[in-house]
């Protein structure tokens, strides 16, 4: 059984830099790809990236040009580094485990709500 | 990217009701296609995979069909506890994308 956790700071200004971690327990296998998905209020789920624990990494053009994920298999976690930070990006953060087949995520963080204001 | 596109957004049923949410991919996904279960403040739930295979633990009154750009998940027997949202999501490509949900509401 795996565990999720997220942490990072709940609020952040405009135009600064977003940083989240992902702790996780139990399995932290090659095979899996681990996730990004955030949410905003009220709203749908929008993936961010992916990164592999060997650090591959796929990621949504919509982010391309302002996230940065990163692995660290020592400590078992990942992180996701978002910068240019506007009102837009206001949502709950969902770290996930991305299976390999049809990129379904099997398990998830309880998630992090972060607010984007001055 | 490939779209997904769910109908309805919403629908309201009741205890006992055989429930429909359709998801309709831009292009061609093959059976690609996975199905989360989301209740208020909660993660989403994986409920079925590669368009109709039962997640662990899940109930056998959710059944997933479909392939290529149309899918279907059915609830057979509306159940108090699965008043919740539902989204597909497609994993055809590297880059995942969602249906937008469908709120399913007690009638």
């Known amino acids: 059984q795996v565990h999720l956790q997220e942490s990072g700071p709940k609020l952040v200004k405009p135009s600064e830099t977003l940083s989240l971690t992902c702790s996780v327990s139990?399995?932290?296998?090659?095979?899996?790809?681990w996730a990004w998905i955030r949410q905003p209020p009220g709203k749908g789920l929008e993936w961010i990236g992916a990164?592999?624990?060997?650090?591959?990494?796929n990621y949504n053009p919509a982010f391309k040009s302002r996230v940065t994920l990163s692995v660290d298999t020592s400590r078992t976690q990942f992180s996701l580094t978002l910068t240019s930070l506007t009102a837009a990006d206001t949502a709950m953060y969902y770290c996930?485990?991305?299976?390999?087949?049809?990129?379904?995520?099997?398990?998830w963080g309880q998630g992090t709500l972060v607010t984007v204001s001055s | 990217d490939i779209q997904m596109t769910q109908s309805p957004s919403s629908l309201s049923a009741s205890v006992g009701d055989r429930v429909t949410i359709s998801c309709r991919a831009s292009?061609?996904?093959?059976?690609?296609l996975n199905w989360y279960q989301q209740k208020p403040g909660k993660a989403p739930k994986l409920l079925i995979y590669?368009?109709?295979t039962l997640s662990s633990g899940v109930p056998s009154r959710f059944s997933g069909s479909g392939s290529g750009t149309d899918f279907t998940l059915t609830i057979s027997g509306l159940q108090p506890e699965d008043f919740a949202s539902y989204y597909c999501?497609?994993?055809?490509?590297?880059?995942?994308?969602f249906g937008g949900g469908t709120k399913v509401e007690i009638k």
């Open positions: 996930a485990r991305q299976r390999d087949y049809s990129s379904q995520f099997d398990s």
């Open positions: 139990g399995s932290f296998m090659s095979t899996y790809y």
């Open positions: 990164i592999s624990s060997s650090g591959s990494t």
């Open positions: 292009q061609n996904i093959n059976y690609y």
């Open positions: 590669v368009a109709s």
């Open positions: 999501q497609q994993g055809s490509t590297t880059e995942v994308t």
